[in-house]
């Protein structure tokens, strides 16, 4: 079993919309949960970063985590065009982060 | 500052060549790694570094190897390429402590081994 599982299927969403997107992780010694986030051709960049069960927010974005059930979420209000990317899910602890493969999203105007 | 820089950002090999991927940052950070990203892989750790003169393997290491002579630099040298290793290579770095998996990313080499 693969530490983080992320479904990789492309999302295709209207301007506006809510996008949803959730990871599972298989080690519950990993206590950190990022999302990255990564534009064509580019390195990815942090865009939510928790340590502890529950929601943070930071505008449009809420990272959900819940540690009992290993899974985490992230969401994306009022989507915007420029929110089309591919988003990353990962994973930290003994000194290092594991990765999901990566949801592309793309937002239509 | 300029964050965390990479060189090539694109290099073509042929098979059984070696060559060094060059990787800098300064921002001070004692923890630097490398990761390939392959389409339908994700990002995958080759190896890292928690401060000069401290490397270690991550989950994919063979073929490569790595050293920390300085806190700014973190090479990655392919010993023998092959077709296997074609892919974009990023490098990373973050401080220890909190901020540790607040990682600082490269914008990348795209490497093709033929």
């Not at chain 2, 339908?40 to 002579?69: C, F, K, W």
Request: charged share 15%; aromatic share 12%; glycine share 8%.
């Amino acid at each position: 079993q693969k530490e983080v599982e992320q479904d990789p299927g492309p999302l295709s969403v209207p301007e506006g919309a809510i996008v949803s997107l959730n990871c599972t992780y298989s080690n519950s010694a990993f206590q950190y949960f990022m999302w990255y986030r990564q534009y064509s051709r580019k390195g990815p960049e942090l865009l939510m970063y928790t340590y502890s069960s529950g929601n943070k927010e930071d505008g449009r974005f809420t990272a959900q985590v819940d540690k009992s059930s290993k899974y985490i979420s992230l969401f994306i209000r009022d989507s915007q065009p420029s929110d089309s990317a591919t988003y990353l899910c990962a994973i930290g602890g003994n000194n290092r982060l594991a990765f999901g493969k990566g949801n592309q999203v793309v937002v239509i105007p | 500052n300029a964050g965390v820089t990479q060189t090539p950002k694109f290099q073509v090999l042929k098979t059984g060549q070696s060559m060094t991927l060059q990787c800098a940052q300064d921002m001070n950070h004692e923890y630097m790694s490398w990761y390939r990203q392959d389409p339908g892989m994700g990002l995958r750790l080759i190896h890292y570094s928690v401060g000069a003169g401290i490397t270690d393997q991550g989950e994919v290491p063979n073929g490569y190897n790595v050293s920390r002579s300085t806190t700014e630099d973190f090479p990655l040298r392919l010993l023998s390429a092959a077709p296997s290793q074609t892919s974009v290579y990023f490098c990373a770095s973050s401080s220890t402590g909190t901020s540790e998996y607040e990682q600082y990313f490269g914008p990348g080499t795209r490497l093709t081994v033929t």
